[in-house]
């Protein structure tokens, strides 16, 4: 008898939500990640839940439905983690004009007929506060409502459900070697340690090491696929306002700006084709020109790539040009000639990650007894409360913890939602919860990150499970990593 009944070789959002689906359906779930969970493409992802709006431009109107309704079905599973959020598209006289505009909201807001947020409405930006960052020539704008998602944690919340429904989640665990009978046998390198694990079928969600992960350790053909790299920057924060601003290029992109952590901007996403190691990715020169650009074409306070903080790159696989139609992600599975099966997971976005993992589970109802489909109305850890209600755990968080302040407060349900009570515990001070780590980080969340959410080293917890990075000293990094080595 095998291991497990399903092995999961990836720990994005594709594998986690796989994971997530599977274990709750009742098999015996193991997942193998290399590094860390998120680390690859889903930490690059550009942080929105939407339905695509430049999609329907290109007649995708069932992809943008079925996005539509995943934004929604994201907003009640996760109300900590994906947010409703105002969009301004100023008008352009140069790009789509005006009416166009129109045209693609009223679209919009038709195909997301039973969201219950604020509908469309055109603005005098002239006398409105999200005109004031924005260039004097734009006097209309189009705002309607879509959601911002923080991506990490979302990878990292699905993991923690499927561990807390039987499944195992191993990070630093490299499979370096696969051979296919009636069931898998796979070898990894576990934190060091040699492992033999064997299952009845395995899913391949290993991002950009899709092909590379077939061809070497599986030993099988891989879908056609190509590799993409996505990129983002984050300056300072260029206005003042919590809208998200959708700016039209010359080339027919949109390009995002979001307020981000507090403090600053992420300025995203552009996409183009990749070669290379997908462990080595980096924005080029004239990425970062193309987006400050796209930035300084719409506000007033311009940026050049000098007031770059950070860059955010990542490579994934996406399904290959002939087949571009289908650019929300696939699945494939492979069972041919009696061997065990093989689901080869590509593609997508954050939008339609758990839908896309329903469908690939499904997949398997002909190898594996399960019950039916359920993550569409149950709840992430900590999401258990009404998207409407996030601000009323806000206030009982600062209630109950005196000692935070309103913006320590909101980071804390933003990332833990109801469970942010297991981080705390019953300290009465910030000093009950050990030594601090920037303004922050403290050791009790620290170790909690630690023991449950599998975080090893310091950029798991500054990048990932937070993005604190941005703003700690470096002495307050290296006091992290060593407390790190002996949390106890």
């Known amino acids: 008898m095998a291991d497990y009944d399903v092995a999961i070789i990836g720990g994005g959002l594709n594998g986690t939500s796989v994971a997530r689906d599977a274990a709750g359906r009742g098999l015996r779930v193991i997942l193998l990640e290399q590094g860390d969970l998120g680390s690859g493409a889903s930490q690059a992802s550009p942080r929105l839940v939407h339905g695509d709006l430049a999609g329907l431009e290109r007649r995708e109107f069932f992809r943008g439905r079925r996005a539509l309704r995943e934004r929604d079905v994201l907003l009640r599973i996760a109300p900590h983690l994906v947010r409703p959020a105002r969009f301004v598209i100023p008008a352009h006289a140069e790009e789509r004009p005006p009416w166009q505009l129109r045209s693609l909201l009223l679209l919009y807001e038709r195909l997301a007929s039973r969201s219950g947020l604020p509908r469309s409405t055109t603005l005098d930006v002239t006398h409105h506060p999200v005109g004031h960052a924005l260039k004097r020539p734009f006097g209309t704008a189009f705002e309607y409502s879509d959601c911002v998602a923080d991506d990490s944690r979302l990878v990292v919340l699905t993991a923690v459900d499927a561990a807390a429904r039987g499944a195992e989640i191993r990070t630093g665990a490299r499979v370096t070697r696969a051979e296919r009978g009636e069931t898998w046998r796979l070898v990894a390198i576990d934190r060091g340690y040699r492992r033999v694990i064997t299952a009845r079928s395995l899913v391949n969600a290993t991002g950009a090491w899709t092909a590379s992960v077939a061809d070497t350790v599986l030993r099988v053909p891989a879908p056609p696929l190509a590799t993409v790299q996505i990129s983002q920057i984050v300056v300072r924060r260029l206005f003042d306002c919590d809208n998200v601003y959708a700016f039209q290029n010359p080339d027919g992109q949109l390009i995002f700006a979001s307020p981000y952590e507090r403090d600053f901007t992420l300025i995203g996403s552009i996409t183009h084709a990749f070669k290379g190691d997908p462990a080595i990715v980096a924005m080029g020169v004239r990425e970062v020109a193309y987006l400050c650009d796209a930035a300084n074409r719409y506000f007033r306070e311009q940026i050049a790539p000098v007031d770059v903080l950070r860059t955010i790159s990542a490579a994934n696989s996406v399904i290959a040009p002939a087949r571009r139609h289908r650019s929300d992600g696939a699945a494939s599975l492979d069972f041919g000639r009696g ?150």
Do not use: C
């Not at 002909?366 to 601000?391: D, K, N, V, Y």
């Open 339 to 488: 061997k065990a099966p093989l689901l080869t997971m590509f593609g997508g976005d954050v939008t339609t990650a758990r839908w896309r993992a329903e469908r690939a589970v499904s997949k398997f109802t002909r190898f594996h007894p399960m019950t039916p489909r359920w993550t569409a109305t149950a709840p992430l850890p900590g999401g258990e409360f009404a998207w409407q209600r996030f601000e009323t755990e806000v206030d009982i968080a600062r209630d109950h913890w005196r000692f935070l302040s309103e913006a320590q407060a909101r980071r804390l349900v933003a990332a833990y939602g109801l469970n942010v009570k297991d981080v705390l515990g019953d300290a009465k001070a910030k000093a009950d919860l050990g030594p601090a780590f920037g303004a922050e980080l403290t050791g009790a969340e620290v170790r909690y990150l630690m023991q449950k959410e599998w975080a090893r080293f310091p950029d798991d917890i500054l990048w990932r499970r937070s993005k604190l990075g941005l703003t700690m000293p470096q002495a307050d990094r290296d006091a992290l990593a060593a407390f790190m080595t002996k949390p106890d």
